[in-house]
């Protein structure tokens, strides 16, 4: 009997509910600093309103995004294999200069794994959780802005503020629709379509 089998419906005890495990999910980075931590911390954040039991594993690869894919691709098999598979896979990549973007996207829907992607890059979805930014803008430039609201370098604050979410999904829908998956209008981000999944599988409604 395989591990995912014995996990079935395990019963997790937490205070006075009774909790279940439901979910597994791999998100594969291509930076191996800041996105893996925002994505632990915002899970800490829904986690602690959940009414169900999630498993998030963020995995910073370093890498461009056809390697991004690659390896998750390379960690959902071995997990598979151990029987206790992923339940859902997630690449979180950048636009920046990548050649390997349109391969990347064409081998992850033949994978069936999801892709987030910003532009420029990730930075952009960290500053819709502060104001609005529907012009096009630069890597530096969104640097810049979020060092103004005290954020820098590759470490995310625990004074960031993860719970304005919703707000920086209203932000983001205000920006030009993407047409072309590979190449995303700037600025874009479909990242919040990753974190409604999050907050979809922690079984809340936000």
Not at 66 to 77: C, T, W
Not at 97 to 107: D, G, K, M, P, Y
């Amino acid at each position: 009997m395989s591990r995912r089998q014995l996990r079935g419906t395990q019963r997790i005890s937490k205070s006075k509910n009774t909790r279940y495990e439901h979910t597994k999910i791999l998100i594969a980075t291509e930076g191996v600093n800041t996105e893996p931590q925002y994505f632990e911390k915002f899970t800490a954040l829904v986690r602690a309103k959940a009414v169900r039991v999630v498993s998030v594993k963020p995995v910073g690869v370093g890498r461009d995004p056809l390697s991004v894919v690659n390896e998750a691709k390379r960690l959902r098999d071995l997990e598979k294999r151990s029987g206790d598979p992923y339940d859902a896979v997630w690449c979180v990549v950048d636009v920046d200069e990548h050649a390997s973007l349109e391969r990347a996207c064409i081998e992850a829907g033949r994978l069936s794994i999801e892709i987030a992607i910003s532009s420029p890059c990730f930075e952009i979805w960290l500053l819709w959780h502060f104001e609005n930014r529907t012009s096009w803008v630069d890597a530096n430039t969104l640097s810049k802005l979020l060092q103004k609201r005290g954020i820098s370098g590759k470490n995310m604050s625990d004074r960031f503020p993860y719970g304005n979410y919703p707000e920086a999904i209203a932000r983001s829908s205000k920006c030009e629709s993407i047409k072309v998956k590979h190449a995303p209008p700037n600025p874009h981000s479909s990242v919040p379509r990753l974190i409604s999944a999050l907050v979809k599988a922690h079984g809340q409604n936000g």
